[in-house]
DNA sequence: TAGTATTTTGATAACGATTATCAATTTCAT
DNA sequence: ATGAAATTGATAATCGTTATCAAAATACTA
């Protein structure tokens, strides 16, 4: 049930940082990585409070920006304003297409398009971080209706 | 000084809708039009404020909302969570390079990438209807500091 | 294991961007 | 000009998120 890999991961990064660990914290990652999609702040915090009615919101949205810099979460923001955390660690870089219908979200990679993005880099002289893209349609479920 | 091309199709979107041309609304977009980049809506306020006083913040986010409606301004939602507008009207597509740095943006297209995006979304049988594509990453200026 | 310095916590207030409310003003067809 | 309907600015409200702060938990140390 616990990801022993991905806590040894969070305790490192606590280390480092000279913070200390907590039952909390631990909770909250274990409910994370026992959910497998896009959750919001409010989502999980719902979740680990099923489990610990104590665990309140400010802690949650604490432990996420952790979960962000020690490379367990990535932070999604799309067009709705809110944002979304989906698991990270060991996990492949991806892009998203979603269906504007029913709010689905499939993860896409096309390796032609990661090397022409490289070379947009390139011939701007920029040093590449990251990139994020979406591709926003109906998927053919909704077409149908 | 005033695009009356960009005003006709404002004044056509607000008759179809059944709305009134209002004094308001034309100097808001005439001030809009005569800035050549992307601007937040207080950015506009503050812009509009100097030539009426008599404006309100308000105003400007509903005036927005009907340039976009109307197909002459483009809503941008980067990292931050500020909303920014740009011309649309006889703009074309594109997408955007931004330095992390000092924030500058570059606009490019690669006709390449849009052709690979449109066969992504056949790939999975959605009917495409946009995309957004942001390149972060360090421009030269900001990398010899 | 008790003492203690430091960090973490939950509740709550504060925040920034945006939207809703509402009475007063403007628009426009008559 | 009249009057119904839309628009307006000031303000309050909303939403997601972050800051504050006293109390609790943690991890050293002796």
Sequence with gaps: MTKVEELSVLEGFLK???LKHSRKREEILDVFLNVDRHL???ELYRLAKKKDPSIGFATVYRTLKLLSESGLAAELKFDDGVTRYEHMYAHKHHD???CTGC???VEVVDPAIEKLQERLFRKHAFHPQRHRMELYGICVRCKRR
Tied chains: 1, 2.
């Design 16 to 18: 480092t940082k000279a």
């Design 40 to 42: 919001t702040a409010d």
């Design 96 to 98: 998203h297409l979603v």
């Design 103 to 105: 709010g689905r979200m």
